[in-house]
């Protein structure tokens, strides 16, 4: 039986985005020993995917298609956007810095638009194995674009190691998907057991979310599933742990938004709390252990853990301010990471040594434009206003509050103030320092282009919130 | 523009940054001047402000209200009553004077400087102005990025130490705020037929209704957050630094007008939201800010640097301010509220003339100098003035505040006790001690040091930086009720609006036992 067009329009996105990675590998063959146009070709389906899903997806709320399997509009719609956002940021950083021709450009933007696709099937799951496929997708192209400085070892050892734990990290997932399916005879999403009434075994139930939500607390990167990230998200090329943290990131919450819905957690307060323990402990560890870094993208990838452990309190408050919350800090997330790492990418040499913070000295001398956006994003990691970062954070902690995680919501902001100390340090260094450091802006304006968007975004959607809020309260 | 009078303060410091930051690198003089004209075009629409203000009303005026975030009932709300309007008087005062201070002494980034000293500005009106907490917040918190920044670029030799410390410090008391903010909306939300709300006026009204208990930890979150910025003993410890290491100006805005913050947060926030915590607390935080004012003075005393003086003695000023607010009597917060105002005067004047002596000097020990009214006698006059100014002489007006404010510790009812009068007018006397003796050394006795005997007297410029502040020094002494006025009748009614939240609180634990079981809920 053919689908009625509007399935199709449901995915038009997805159908964009997965589109242009063919005609890439396409094009790749006829450009093979020229400059390709592969990141052109990536960013325009990219934007083209970001607007289809705006404009028709936008007004709707959540709606059907594909006799259930898929669920469009709305939620996912908002999470389409972030995933472009995340893509777009990171490909033309990407671009910004391969000189000449570069081996395999493009088998990389291919990977990574082959890579949102999974992002966005995994937010528009209407059902398990949908949104296992999506994950998987995912997965795959990270395992790889990890590894693409294929002659740098710290590449080769992230690519590695991401794929070992993360083969086992889909294994539990796909286990539990089994066990809930043992329980409750569906893998749909639509008519998830919010309770453990009438299941003949609800003892399966429980082990198989467990499962579930180990599979996604790897894929977020929290305490006690983080130990791939740092060594990941260094080794990897800068703009694919850019991609990585942001996009990546954004997915996995948006499965947890979708698996453990507030009326699922509400009926499990076993994980409920074993969430907000893992919350808690993911903002204590990250923040803790950032401060004793010296290279940036390693700082960068432990706080990225904390924010993890921020995002998941909105999630264990399971209510509306929450719930909104964790889609707004998303895609203030996305610019604000996507942005540090950024900076990073743009300063870093090209022969793969670590960017340290001695490097940056007097970084706003050299090159004030991108000191200061530097400085943009890293008071807004810190969460100070009027930057994007600190509405993120007052929406999450406000959820957890509300629901009576008081103590959450103190864990975070006290841990918000060791992460000042090590975003600062990079304001420090760039501004209070007169010794010279190395790093310097290498004068292609693509990326700092990049960057200048991101930051007014941060400090518009900061100072405007109900932009993106207007949008978030259409998601459920 | 009466409407939009606030507004237009507000951001009229804001236009200037955007406009300086756009501005030719080079063009020195057109900056410090493009500077100067916004910060006195917020001076000129805050006096604007103060002629209108009708002082015999105790409510808000001149509100703006326009929803902001609905879904969270967050709006740019705006208004003020006379405590506010004298606080945004001073900070629109002060801003063009520091900047006029720091005319030739900042030389490298100055555009960067003069538009994080206009952002500085913005961020302090905002805080006065707003009555919404969450704007309050955001404000307070914003105005944390630009003094960073002034403390970190232009400071001295250890001015990274100072710049973080101070920076943490403020964060770590004002992230519990946050959190204590939050718990407030969602209490309010939580009462039948409620919302979440973070607007002041609606919180005011559910004030009554806070279940004791949890009054407590509001109070303390609350707090902790005004009281280092203050700061009060013991939190005292970043405000050396930051003072010492700081660019005169820097020191100037810092202890004039964010000083104040704090103080004006406990009586916007602190005292009429929880008044049964205020008066559970009451005698520990008046008795801290006793030991602030004895220990302020007593380090004062002893320090071998001029501007550490200054710094600790801005201690001792403010443990009288928060003495005089936990009086909870009319002439107590009179007092505090005008010496707020004195402090700034003073204090930023005294940093003032020992930034004009580092210029010269470029050091700041007491025992480089001695005899320098001889060859500075223009300095060494108004050094005096001043001076006298910050030890209370009668006549000029630390007498004023601190007069007030011990008489209101001695009558208050609440304090319950004259020794706390008794005990901080010990503190009268300690300044006295450490300023003559300072002033003793450093401008009379023999001039031996052949560097000293080469000093040039003040110039023009620094004149006019002076002048002003000296001008309002005698007037407030001699005549401070054209002040007084403006906020008596805002004193009156925030100590009628603390007893009544109090009496409601109490009428509301007895008539619902279930009030604390609500609390356990919650935590």
């Known amino acids: ?476 | 523009m009466e409407q939009h009078i606030l507004s237009l303060i507000l951001f009229t410091p804001v236009a200037g940054a955007i406009i300086i930051a756009l501005l030719p690198k080079g063009a020195a003089r057109l900056i410090r001047t493009a500077g100067m004209l916004f910060s006195l075009g917020a001076l000129a629409l805050s006096v604007w402000l103060f002629l209108a203000f009708d002082g015999a009303r105790g409510d808000m005026q001149f509100v703006e209200k326009v929803p902001w975030i609905p879904s969270l009932d967050v709006s740019y709300h705006t208004g003020i009553d006379g405590i506010s309007l004298l606080l945004i008087v001073l900070t629109t005062f002060l801003t063009p004077l520091a900047l006029l201070a720091s005319w030739e002494s900042i030389t490298v980034r100055l555009r960067g400087y003069v538009a994080l000293m206009l952002l500085l500005e913005a961020g302090t009106l905002g805080v006065f102005m707003a009555l919404d907490i969450f704007l309050f917040y955001v404000f307070w918190e914003f105005m944390l990025i630009p003094m960073y920044f002034i403390i970190g670029i232009w400071g001295g030799q250890e001015r990274i130490y100072a710049a973080i410390k101070f920076f943490l410090y403020t964060m770590a008391g004002s992230l519990l705020m946050l959190v204590a903010i939050i718990w407030l909306g969602s209490y309010a939300a939580s009462l039948p037929g409620g919302a979440f709300t973070t607007d002041l006026l609606r919180l005011y009204a559910i004030a009554p209704g806070i279940p004791m208990g949890v009054q407590v930890w509001m109070f303390l979150a609350f707090t902790l957050s005004f009281a280092i910025k203050i700061p009060i003993f013991p939190l005292h410890t970043w405000l050396p630094d930051a003072h010492v290491q700081a660019p005169t100006a820097g020191s100037v805005i810092l202890a004039g007008v964010l000083l104040k913050m704090g103080t004006y947060g406990l009586l916007r926030f602190c005292l009429p939201l929880f008044p049964y915590a205020t008066f559970r607390f009451l005698p520990y935080l008046a008795g801290l800010g006793i030991v602030g004012i004895l220990y302020g003075a007593l380090v004062s005393m002893v320090q071998p640097d001029l501007k550490k003086l200054v710094a600790y003695s801005s201690v001792s000023h403010l443990g009288f301010v928060v003495l005089g607010i936990f009086a909870i009597t009319e002439e107590g917060m009179q007092g505090s509220v005008i010496q707020m105002i004195n402090h700034g005067l003073s204090t930023g004047a005294l940093f003032l003339l020992v930034g004009m002596i580092y210029d010269r000097r470029h050091t700041r020990m007491i025992r480089d100098f001695g005899g320098l009214a001889r060859p500075m006698p223009v300095f060494a006059t108004f050094f005096m003035i001043v001076m006298l100014s910050s030890i209370g002489l009668p006549g000029l007006n630390g007498f004023v505040g601190e007069f007030l404010i011990l008489l209101g510790s001695f009558r208050s009812a609440f304090l319950g006790s004259p020794w706390y009068a008794v005990t901080a007018s010990v503190g009268v006397i300690l300044a006295a001690v450490y300023l003559l003796w300072s002033y003793q050394r450093v401008f009379f006795g023999k001039n031996e040091n052949p560097e000293n005997r080469s000093l040039t007297d003040l110039t023009g410029r620094e004149i006019a930086v002076l002048l002003p502040v000296v001008f309002f020094i005698v007037w407030i002494g001699v005549c401070p009720s054209t002040f007084l006025e403006k906020s008596a009748a805002s004193t009156k009614s925030l100590i009628h609006r603390i007893e009544e939240t109090r009496r409601g609180s109490y009428a509301h634990a007895a008539e619902a036992p279930g009030g604390e079981s609500r609390e356990g809920d919650r935590r």
Not at chain 1, 228 to 237: H, K, L, N, S, T
Request: proline share 4%.
């Open chain 1, 1 to 476: 039986m053919t689908p009625p067009i509007g399935d199709w329009a449901a995915i038009a996105p997805l159908l964009v985005i997965a589109g242009a990675a063919l005609i890439i590998i396409l094009v790749d063959a006829l450009f093979a020993g020229t400059r390709s146009p592969a990141s052109f070709i990536a960013a325009a389906g990219l934007a083209a995917a970001a607007a289809c899903a705006f404009f028709m997806g936008g007004p709707t709320p959540t709606f059907a298609a594909f006799g259930g399997m898929i669920r469009a509009g709305g939620f996912a719609t908002y999470f389409t956007l972030v995933f472009c956002l995340s893509g777009l940021l990171s490909a033309l950083l990407a671009r910004s810095r391969s000189r000449g021709t570069a081996h395999g450009e493009g088998e990389f933007y291919a990977l990574m638009l082959f890579g949102v696709s999974g992002m966005i099937l995994m937010a528009s799951a209407g059902d398990l194995i949908v949104f296992f496929l999506g994950l998987e997708l995912m997965s795959l192209s990270f395992y790889v674009l990890a590894g693409f400085d294929r002659r740098r070892m710290t590449s080769n050892e992230a690519a590695l190691k991401y794929f070992l734990l993360g083969a086992f990290a889909t294994g539990f997932l796909l286990y539990g998907i089994a066990l809930v399916y043992g329980a409750t005879g569906s893998t749909g999403l639509a008519g998830f057991p919010v309770g453990t009434g009438g299941l003949h075994e609800p003892r399966i139930l429980l082990a198989g979310l467990a499962l579930l939500m180990t599979g996604l607390m790897f894929k977020v990167g929290a305490v006690p599933f983080h130990m791939w990230v740092p060594d990941v998200y260094e080794g990897a090329p800068t703009p694919v742990s850019a991609f990585m943290s942001t996009g990546g990131k954004a997915a996995a919450f948006s499965g947890f938004l979708i698996v453990f819905a507030p009326a699922v957690l509400m009926a499990q307060p076993a994980l409920r709390n074993v969430l907000a323990v893992a919350a808690a402990a993911s903002m204590v560890a990250g923040n803790i252990i950032a401060v004793a870094q010296s290279s940036i993208k390693r700082m960068l990838a432990y706080s990225s853990i904390a924010h993890a452990g921020y995002i998941l309190s909105g999630v264990v408050a399971a209510n509306s301010a929450g719930s909104n919350g964790v889609l707004y800090y998303l895609m203030a997330y996305t610019l604000m990471n996507a942005g540090a790492f950024g900076v990073v990418s743009i300063l870093e040499s090209e022969d793969g040594t670590m960017l340290t913070f001695d490097e940056c000295a007097g970084l706003s001398r050299r090159s004030p434009l991108l000191a200061a956006l530097a400085g943009v994003f890293m008071f807004s990691l810190a969460g100070v206003p009027p930057f994007a970062g600190f509405f993120g954070k007052y929406y999450v902690f406000t959820g957890a509050v509300e629901a009576g995680y008081t103590w959450l919501a103190i864990t975070g902001v006290l841990m918000s103030v060791v992460s000042a100390y090590y975003y600062l340090r990079l304001v420090v260094v760039m501004y209070f320092n007169d010794k010279p450091g190395s790093a310097a802006f290498d004068g292609r304006p693509l990326g700092l282009a990049v960057l200048i968007i991101a930051a007014i975004a941060l400090a518009g959607f900061g100072v405007f919130p109900s932009i993106l809020l207007g949008m978030t309260a259409r998601c459920f």
